[in-house]
């Protein structure tokens, strides 16, 4: 049972274009969705989060999107960079009680060309 | 620091041998988790702790146990090796999150890959 659908599975984009990813929801319960990013060999680190309070979210060139009414959320990489080229994953958690539970996503691997 | 380390980097099983997957965290976290990720499947939680001496079970336990004896290291083992236990293992660790604290990320080792054939 997947809780956190993520699309494309990849996806390629020209350096300085706009790469897109969505993720959408289906457990209302959730109130945390992180992004993460993943270089190969290595394990995922946290890029950006956001909190259903808010519409939007900017660090530098990654902006999160979220639409609670829709459950649907997204992370857009503004000037792609060959060094953003990655598998990102979108997840979602809430808070049981009882540890950090991420849902995760299917992940998207994002190639950027030069 | 080191952050979380994980050992071994790879491993080959045959089907039927056990093993035990080492974690070890340098960043005082209470919460510990071992994920496994494979193609097309995300990172999928398999057991977790919040705290010395305490695991639970998540989204795919079966055939996988835990144990956090020390609140620094966190291990993961397979008693009788399967194929469908090929994958990627991450370990991660991250402090206590609790209603209105959300700025806890999970940090991450570099994963194990294991190969059983």
């Known amino acids: 049972q997947q809780q956190v659908k993520q699309s494309p599975q990849s996806l390629i984009v020209q350096k300085g274009g706009i790469s897109i990813i969505n993720c959408a929801y289906e457990?209302?319960?959730?109130?945390?969705f992180p992004w993460y990013q993943q270089f190969p060999g290595k394990g995922p680190a946290l890029l950006i989060a956001?909190?259903?309070?808010?519409s939007e979210k900017k660090e530098g060139r990654f902006t999160i999107s979220f639409n609670k009414s829709a459950k649907q959320f997204s992370l857009h990489i503004m000037d792609s960079q060959p060094g953003d080229s990655a598998t990102y994953f979108c997840?979602?958690?809430?808070?049981?009680?009882?540890?950090?539970?991420?849902?995760f996503g299917t992940g998207t691997q994002l190639k950027v060309e030069l | 620091n080191a952050g979380v380390t994980q050992t071994p980097k790879f491993r080959v099983l045959k089907t039927g041998q056990s093993m035990t997957l080492l974690c070890a965290q340098d960043m005082n976290h209470e919460y510990m988790y071992w994920y496994r990720q494979d193609p097309g499947m995300g990172l999928r939680l398999i057991h977790y702790s919040v705290g010395e001496g305490t695991t639970a079970k998540g989204e795919v336990p079966d055939g996988y146990n835990v144990s956090r004896l020390k609140k620094q290291n966190f291990l993961l083992g397979l008693e009788s090796a399967a194929p469908s236990q090929t994958s990627v293992y991450f370990c991660a660790s991250s402090y206590p999150i609790g209603r209105g604290i959300y700025n806890s990320p999970l940090h991450f080792g570099n994963g194990t890959r294991l190969t059983v054939t």
């Open positions: 457990n209302t319960a959730f109130d945390y």
């Open positions: 956001i909190r259903p309070d808010v």
């Open positions: 997840a979602a958690s809430w808070d049981t009680g009882g540890g950090n539970k991420l849902t």
